[in-house]
Structures are given as C-alpha cells and as structure tokens.
C-alpha cells in the first residue's frame, strides 16, 4: 500500500522538496532506542544514509523541543512541551512508516520549567527497552508507559527533591539497562542519579552526585556480550561506573570530564570527553581504567562524538568534523562542515550524518581522503520565527527522523 | 423475577461505582519517591476500563492528592475521552461542564476538566473560556484575557483602550501584562506594574556578609537570629547596619549593588513587614539569579544556592500560610566569586500573591 502524506504548512520552501511515497517494511532497521541509538552509540550497523536523502513525510508537533525521537518496532516516540511556560509536556506515538498519529498523551509539569533560551523543557530523549518508553522532562517528570500509550508509572522529581532543577533547563537523557531506569539528576544544587526500578518507577538506588551543572548522559559498558553491563555516569569531575542495578561504584576516573558532550563507547573502549578526549580501556575487575591515549586536538565542545569504522569522530560548534584513529588518537582530517551545531552526528556503514541549527542536513564521506560532504539536504524552517534543529537525528534502516520546534521529518533516499 | 433482576442491577452498579472510587482514591494517595505506583498502575487501568461514566468522580479526586496523583488521573482522562471520541460514545460534558462553572472545586480538577472539554468538544470550549475571565484559576482566565487582546488589535485606539484595560485588570501571566502594559503606554496609559503584580518594594537592608567559596549561604548571620533594626554588626570586613531601600525597578527587583556596591563573594538581607489583613493561604513568588533564602515570620520557607543560571518572575512559588496582621519576611541574597559581565546581578525581586497570581497588598504601606 502506498500512502502520500500531504505537505506540511510549514513553509513554501517544502513544496520545492520532492515527497516520495513510504518506504516498505522491509527498509526498516533495528530500533533506535535511546539518545544516540542503540547503546548510546551513535551508530546504527543495519541503516544506510542516502547521500541525497529527501523528506518522505513531515507532521506538526504540538510543542517545543529538542530531545531526540526514538524508533520502537517501527513506531516513532517523540517530546515535546507547549504552553505559555512549557508546561504541558507531550509523549506522542507517531507511525514510521507514513506519520500518522498512534497515541498522544499529556501531563502537567510538576518541577521547574524555567530553561535558557535555547533549551527546551522537552530537551530529554525518552528510551525503551522494545516493551516500555521511559519518558523524562526538564521539569523532571518522568512517565513511563507500554507501547500502546497506557501509563505505568509516574514520578514528579522536584516533588520529590525540590531543589533539584537547573534553571538553564536540563538536558541528560535517560537509559535503561536490564530492569533500571538510569537516569542523572545533576546540577548546581540537589545533585544525585537515581537507579529506578522499570517496573515500577520506585528507587533502587540513589546517589549523590557533584554539586554542578551537567548536561551529559548516562551511557553503558560491557566486559563482553556475556557480562552484565555498566552504568557510567560522567560529569566535570570524570567518569563513575556502577552497577545499575545495585548502584554500587565500581570505578572511577576522576580526570575531568565534560558537562555537555557525552561518552561513546565502541569495541569495548570508553572514548570520554575529558581533556580533549580520553580513551578509556575498563577491567571486568573494577580496577581503574587503563588510560588508552589522550588527545587535547579532538575538542567535542558541546557535541557528543561517534566511533565509527575505526575512526573516531567530533564536531566542534562552529563545524569542524575532526577525525582520529580511534586506536592510538592520532590526527587523520579535519573537515569543515556548515555550521552552527548543537544536534551530535550520527553514522552508519561509513557515512556520517550531521544536521546543523539552521536545518541543514549533511552526510559525510569518511573514507574520502579529506572526509567529504557527499550530500545535503534543507530542511524547511520557519524564518519568521527563527526555528532551528538542535536535536540529535535518529536512525532507522533507510530513514532518518529528525525534528525542530515544530516539526518532527522523515527523511528517505 | 423482576424485583430480583433489579436488586442486581443496582448491586452491580454500586460495586461498580465501589470499585472505581477504590481506583480514584489509590491514584489520589501516591506519594512521595514514588509510593503507591504499583497499585496506581493497576487502578489507573480499572479507571480507564470503566470509561466515561467514571469522568465526574475522577475530576472530583483531582486536588485530593499531590501534583503528580492529579497526573495519574489527569492521564485517565485523556485515555477515557480519546477512546470514547473513537467509539463514537457520549461523554457527560454537561456534568463536565458544570464542574469548571463551579469555583468550589479544587484547580486541578477544574484544569482537567476544561482540559478535556477542548478535546472533546473545542466549540463548547470556546463558548465558555470568555466566562472564564476572571476565574480563581490562572491557567483557565488565560484564553479568555487572550480573546479581549486579540479582539482589541482589529479596534480604534479608543476601543482598543477599553479592551486592553478591561484585559489588565484580569491578566495575571507575565507575557500578556507586558504585552498589555506596552499597548497601554503607547495610548498614554501608565500602568503600576508593581501594584498590579504585588512586588514588594520597601525593604531595610543590611550586609555585606561573607560569602567566600559559597560558605554563606549556609552561614547564620545574625539577622537570621534576630531583626533589630537599630543593631550593628561585624560583617565582612566591616560594621554593618540595617538601613531603608526601595526599589525603583517596576518589576520590583531590589538590587544589592545600590546600596553596598559591586561586590563579589558577599551576603546581603532584606527584611520587611506585610500587613495581612486575614489570616490566609498565599504565595511568595520570588525571581534571582543568586542563591537565596527566604523566611516568613522566623521560619525558613526555602532557599536554593544556585547562581547565574538565569533569572525571571515568579521563578520559585513558596506557598505560605500569612497571619492576620503583621508578617515579617526576610530574604537572604548571596553573591558569589565569577567575575564574568553576565555575573554582577546581586538581586531578587518578590512579590505576594494569590494562587491564581492575583497581587495581595499589604495592609500598611510603610516598611518598619
């Protein structure tokens, strides 16, 4: 069955945009789970990115927002928050394949919904463990619901700890690791992660964490596809592991760390952005890492880095995409993209997506000599109320689901 | 037969309407850290199960509990209409209704219900929300006070000055007011920010006390043991005294570096009487970028020691209990250590209200 999605009001820019019909079933990949995709990455191994990709579909969203969607057995999860203040904050259920509606449901903020201008209350990527979406908010409510939109478990965290809110808005992005919700609370004031239990939303654990503004989110390592894995939680001081489901620190690496990009792991390394970025090599014993290598020259800035096809990859705010040896560090190219950025890239195969404030999408070849930007495509914003893209893109087989403000995109080849 | 048949009909009912009140009152009793979430789980779908007969004692359930209980049942509610606009099934909206025209009932149910009225029907919505003007609930008289403003940009200046005053003396949002005060100023209207809003402008401050690496804002300087406005004390580096200041800011921010100077790592107080003419509930909505603490007649409220994350009105809602008469608030302000330009604000700006946003003014003008 064909279905073409009527044209988005968006802007008259979109009519100059060729809309195709949705792609079938068979082009849909694995879930796309969580901020940064499966297990933080970044990096989906079953997905192509089309180096001249077109927008398939596109919907109004209710509210504002910057988190991430999420891809779950073919359905689309997104936030967002509207209101004079954000205060309604949105989980809607979008179908992948053509954009139509599943499930929307509502609730009131309960916490703070004070944030800087260029963040949102909607600024958390929810996860899923494939049965339940564990959604978050910076006013930090946090809901978790089945697949079909009916509510398991609340919790109102400032309810719970009033002081614990940033008023610059929170960012860290939850995820889930056997039956815990992990999820980092931290800021200046009332700073802890919670361990929740998914069945519940009940504590499992909680600790205090740094009294400090912390933007980064949680990420896991593994001994090996056998070892349970470990919950790492960074912030400026560096890198915590623990048990997520005991809580229980395991190991620390206490060299600095940043408060806005997030750690990637990949072949069992940890790449953290401290100092620059610190290769990291854990023990299944908790002893402290081994430190790989060091590199002051790959800068993340505020962006998040991927590990991709042997190299290790950055993009600074003004866009420059650096790439590294993800084994030894060492320098290969530096490429410059169009910027400004906020959103972290993505990749699959050896193909690097990116898409900048202003919409801009570009795809990257990273086998070029150089890197090269095999691929652009604009997004059609409204200029009139300056929108822009700071959100992370998702991956989903041939397909890409990015959002604004205003819209959430499907883009397709 | 019959009589039989009948005694069930009404068994049944009972249990049913047993049952979901058993529903409603376990979602209304979750607490704290999440307590009671695995059987509001349950009870959460049993309320949606019985669909819309259960709407009006669910929005009667509503402000029984906390924030995050009125949530739980704020979500049934969506449930229950979106799956009955699907079915095709009636929904009670007059008994729906009815309880938003009734001001008795908590907020929150209110807020739902209206809520769920614009879902399931948005043209009977529109037909009530201009009623709603000067409702006790802030978030409900908003649409309406929009609806004035809108009609008054397609009017002559003078009618668009009667429908701009008309809408001040309802608003309580922030964005409309400013909006409003604006419109105003251009028709050669002043309006009294700090009346309309409640700020309180006339303090007596005192400092500078220490507050080197941060450790002030847990100190206890003696004006948190004592207000004697004729006391002196060692503060830092220096005797310091209370003196009187007011606020020139029409948004009522009191500002430290006026009287003490541009100073870093410092803690400064503000102490005034509001004049309550009843004993009430209210609210003390304060905004500032520095950590702060503020009590009410000797008991701490709250205080937050963040600073320079950003600062706007009606940042932090304390709720309070004033007394009749005269209330002393004091207000604890800390500057800290960055040097960077966004860094020199050392002041709050407070205000007293109703839960609906209305300003409460003091009974006596003048500050002792």
């Not at chain 2, 376990?26 to 007969?53: C, D, F, H, I, Y």
């Not at chain 2, 008795?104 to 029907?121: E, N, S, T, V, Y």
């Not at chain 2, 028709?187 to 401050?205: E, I, Q, S, T």
């Not at chain 2, 803690?267 to 520095?290: I, M």
Request: with cysteine; charged share 20%.
């Amino acid at each position: 069955m064909s279905f073409i999605r009527p044209f988005s009001k968006l802007a008259p820019a979109l009519a100059s945009l060729t809309i195709s019909g949705f792609s079938s079933f068979s082009s849909r990949g694995s879930d796309w789970p969580q901020f940064r995709g499966p297990d933080s990455t970044g990096v989906a191994t079953d997905a192509k990115i089309s180096e001249s990709p077109k927008i398939d579909w596109s919907v109004p969203l209710p509210g504002r927002g910057l988190s991430s969607p999420i891809v779950v057995s073919g359905k689309v999860f997104i936030t967002c928050a509207s209101g004079p203040k954000q205060e309604r904050l949105h989980l809607i259920c979008f179908n992948g394949a053509d954009g139509s509606k599943i499930w929307e449901r509502e609730l009131q903020a309960t916490g703070r919904t004070m944030t800087q201008a260029k963040n949102r209350v909607a600024s958390c990527t929810p996860c899923s463990d494939g049965r339940r979406i564990f959604a978050i908010w910076s006013s930090n409510d946090m809901a978790a619901f089945d697949l079909e939109g009916n509510l398991l478990w609340m919790r109102g965290l400032t309810e719970d700890y009033p002081n614990a809110s940033n008023s610059l808005g929170m960012a860290s992005s939850p995820i889930v690791l056997g039956e815990t919700v992990v999820t980092m609370i931290e800021n200046d004031s009332e700073s802890y992660s919670l361990g929740l239990d998914a069945n519940t939303g009940r504590n499992l654990w909680k600790l205090d964490r740094p009294k400090s503004v912390n933007w980064t989110s949680p990420v896991s390592w593994r001994a090996d596809a056998k070892s349970q894995p470990v919950a790492l939680l960074q912030s400026s001081k560096g890198l915590l592991a623990v048990d997520p489901a005991s809580g229980s620190r395991l190991w620390e690496f206490a060299k600095g760390g940043s408060s806005m990009s997030s750690s990637v792991v990949a072949d069992g390394i940890i790449y953290t952005p401290s100092n620059g970025i610190t290769a990291l090599s854990p023990h299944s014993n908790n002893a402290p890492p081994t430190e790989v290598w060091n590199s002051k020259q790959i800068n993340p800035n505020t962006i998040s880095p991927v590990v991709l096809d042997g190299r290790i990859f950055s993009i600074n705010g003004a866009g420059v995409i650096s790439a590294a040896d993800a084994k030894t560090g060492a320098n290969q190219w530096k490429l410059r993209v169009v910027g400004p950025f906020s959103g972290s890239p993505v990749g699959a195969g050896t193909r690097l997506l990116a898409v900048n404030e202003k919409g801009l999408a570009q795809i990257v070849d990273t086998t070029a000599p150089s890197g090269a930007v095999i691929g652009k495509l604009q997004l059609p914003l409204n200029e009139e109320t300056k929108e822009f893209v700071l959100c992370t893109p998702a991956l989903d087989g041939e397909h890409v689901f990015v959002r604004s403000d205003s819209a959430l995109w499907r883009l397709g080849k | 037969m019959k009589a039989f048949l009948t005694t069930l009909l009404l068994a049944s009912a009972a249990n049913l309407y047993g049952a979901v009140d058993a529903s409603l009152n376990t979602l209304a009793a979750v607490g704290r850290e999440g307590a009671g979430n695995e059987a509001a789980s349950a009870a959460w779908k049993e309320v949606v199960r019985q669909g819309p007969s259960a709407l009006p004692a669910l929005l009667a359930a509503a402000g029984k509990g906390s924030p995050v209980a009125d949530n739980w049942l704020r979500l049934a509610a969506d449930v229950i209409v979106e799956n009955a606009l699907r079915a095709k099934q009636s929904l009670p909206l007059k008994e729906v209704e009815a309880f938003i025209a009734d001001t008795a009932h908590a907020a929150a149910g209110r807020r739902i219900a209206f809520d769920l009225l614009q879902k399931a029907d948005p043209a009977r919505a529109n037909a009530l929300e201009p009623s709603l003007i000067q409702d006790p609930v802030q978030e409900l008289r908003r649409g309406a006070v929009q609806r004035i403003i809108d009609s008054a940009k397609t009017q002559n200046a003078g009618d668009a000055k009667a429908c701009y005053l008309r809408a001040l003396d309802a608003v309580r949002d922030e964005d409309q007011t400013r909006f409003l005060t604006g419109e105003l100023k251009k028709l050669g209207v002043p309006v009294d920010l700090p009346k309309h809003f409640g700020f309180l402008m006339k303090w007596n401050v005192i400092g500078p006390f220490d507050n080197t690496d941060r450790k002030g804002f847990d100190a206890v300087y003696p004006p948190e043991k004592e207000i004697r406005l004729d006391a002196a004390y060692e503060g830092k580096g220096q005797q310091v005294k209370w003196a009187s200041f007011e606020s020139a800011d029409e948004y009522g921010k009191l500002d430290f570096n006026k009287p003490f100077g541009m100073q870093k790592e410092v803690t400064g107080y503000a102490v005034t009487t509001f004049d309550s003419p009843d004993e009430r509930d209210a609210e003390l909505r304060l905004g500032g970028k520095n950590a702060w603490k503020v009590w009410l007649n000797g008991a701490l409220l709250f205080g937050r020691d963040e600073y320079h994350r950003g600062q706007q009105m009606d940042q932090y809602k304390l709720k309070c209990r004033l007394k009749k008469g005269a209330n002393t608030i004091l207000v604890k302000c800390c500057q800290n250590e960055q040097k960077e330009t966004w860094t020199v604000e050392w002041e709050f700006q407070l205000r007293v209200c109703d839960s609906a946003g209305t300003a409460i003014l003091s009974a006596k003008a003048d500050v002792k």
